[in-house]
């Protein structure tokens, strides 16, 4: 489907402060948007299992882009960023490996090289070491993170515990056209399939997100995120929020609110 820039937007709900695994005065700071790329890195790269010479067994996965890949997914970076900001300035932090990877130096070389075309946008990088700590030590620091396939699905994780659940964060992946594929970041959950337990509001900010990029009707989509909201200061909570709501009573809580 060509679809190669994920976003994940990590906000914290003010309702849902004390379901944060952080410390409210430190959860109420999220406030980020993850843009990860999708058809490159590892799971796209070369891989399969051989023996040695020695006879032993080892296991592969190749690491490769190439920078076409990376300058398309910055571009998506640079232009989130602006955006969160008015449509002038902004903040995008690069997070690789360059220090130990040779596929995290090219990364982090054209990041830099395409960030001429974005001067209004304030540039950093960081090891992705440090990008884990610093999720849970000042994730207020972080407005958009553009970062590679396999980082982005560890730190998108990451992120939505520092949010209150993994069960509240939506995700857009777009095409270079504006199509795009939108879910919940936690899959299907087939172990709790049928037994009304999942959190519906990732799914249902998950819709919002489609009216607001491909559809181009934002006006919507702050309406459907309102009535989360309003939903939750309510005190409706599901399961993994720390209430005993099914997941067809928090989707009519959302409904009357809208």
């Not at 970062?147 to 270079?176: H, K, R």
Request: charged share 25%; glycine share 10%.
């Amino acid at each position: 489907m060509t679809l190669f820039a994920n976003l994940r937007p990590a906000t914290l709900f003010p309702e849902l402060a004390d379901a944060s695994a952080l410390r409210r005065e430190v959860a109420t700071t999220i406030d980020m948007v993850i843009v990860r790329e999708l058809n490159g890195d590892v799971y796209f790269g070369e891989k399969g299992h051989r023996r040695t010479a020695s006879g032993r067994r080892e296991g592969y996965d190749v690491m490769s882009y190439d920078e076409d890949e990376v300058a398309r997914i910055a571009r998506v970076g640079f232009e989130t960023a602006r955006a969160r900001a008015g449509g002038k300035g902004g903040k995008l932090c690069s997070v690789d490996k360059a220090n130990v990877l040779e596929t995290s130096q090219l990364w982090r070389d054209v990041v830099i090289e395409v960030s001429a075309e974005y001067p209004d946008v304030a540039l950093s990088h960081m090891y992705v070491d440090n990008a884990a700590m610093q999720l849970v030590r000042d994730p207020g620091q972080f407005d958009v993170i553009v970062t590679g396939n396999l980082f982005g699905d560890i730190l998108s994780d990451q992120a939505s515990m520092c949010a209150g659940s993994i069960g509240m964060l939506p995700s857009a992946s777009l095409d270079d056209q504006g199509k795009g594929l939108y879910e919940p970041i936690h899959g299907s959950a087939p172990d709790i399939a049928g037994q009304g337990k999942a959190n519906p509001l990732a799914t249902i900010l998950s819709a919002a997100m489609m009216l607001r990029y491909s559809l181009d009707q934002a006006d919507v989509a702050d309406r459907i995120e309102a009535a989360v909201a309003k939903a939750l200061a309510g005190g409706a909570r599901s399961a993994d929020l720390g209430g005993a709501m099914s997941t067809s009573a928090m989707g009519d809580a959302v409904i009357a609110a809208l």
